[in-house]
């Protein structure tokens, strides 16, 4: 079955830029769209990105499509959030997701997270 690993938090400046890693594993990896949600402290888990087998990529918020870039390497197993420019504001664990095509299909695994602290 599918399975999901986050990487690549850290404690960074306003500003600066993180990439975060999800490695995926799974027979149904290339067929299952990814996504990138967040659980800010105090706060309920959001949506921020999902990409498709097929590369078709949605975003949560206009200022995270504006900053935040999401992408996947099949070969490499590995699905990415790039995210420039942070705010304060961005501070949360991040978790990766997978769910087969469709909007219908619920988001069916998850990875333990990653931190994200982004000082002022």
């Known amino acids: 079955q599918v399975q999901l690993a986050e990487s690549g938090g850290g404690l960074v400046q306003a500003g600066d830029s993180l990439r975060l890693s999800c490695a995926a594993s799974g027979p149904t990896f290339n067929r299952n769209t990814l996504g990138w949600f967040r659980r800010a402290p105090g706060k309920e888990r959001e949506f921020v990105a999902a990409i498709t087998w097929s590369g078709s990529a949605t975003f949560g918020v206009d200022a995270e499509k504006g900053r935040f870039a999401i992408s996947r390497d099949n070969a490499k197993n590995t699905e990415y959030l790039q995210m420039n420019s942070l705010k304060p504001e961005d501070t949360a664990v991040y978790y990766c997701?997978?769910?087969?095509?469709?909007?219908?299909?619920?988001?069916?695994?998850w990875g333990q997270g990653t931190q994200v602290t982004v000082s002022s």
């Open positions: 997701a997978s769910k087969l095509n469709g909007a219908s299909a619920p988001w069916a695994y």
